[in-house]
């Protein structure tokens, strides 16, 4: 058989690119489109930033990070209640 017959006949794909080999955009500051590379710095909010623009106050976040640290304690820590008993005094 040749490579293409042997290749149909077991079930391989021909001529499919490998998802391996896509090309990735470089990080870039959501704010300026600086290239930041892996100097970059993730925000709350799921975007990359420069140095100049890591924090919240200037690229203009609208994440709730007070909200998000909440939710976390509270997945952490659950409520506990004992049973109550009617007849202890």
Do not use: W
Request: charged share 25%; net charge positive; aromatic share 6%.
């Amino acid at each position: 058989m040749c490579s293409v017959c042997y290749k149909k006949h077991h079930g391989i794909s021909v001529g499919a690119p490998k998802a391996a080999r896509e090309l990735q955009q470089p990080s870039r500051c959501a704010a300026c489109c600086k290239k930041v590379g892996l100097t970059g710095f993730m925000c709350g909010c799921g975007k990359t930033f420069c140095v100049r623009h890591r924090y919240t106050e200037k690229h203009g976040c609208a994440f709730d990070f007070k909200g998000a640290g909440r939710r976390i304690i509270a997945r952490a820590n659950p409520l506990i209640k004992g049973e109550k008993l009617p007849g202890r005094i």
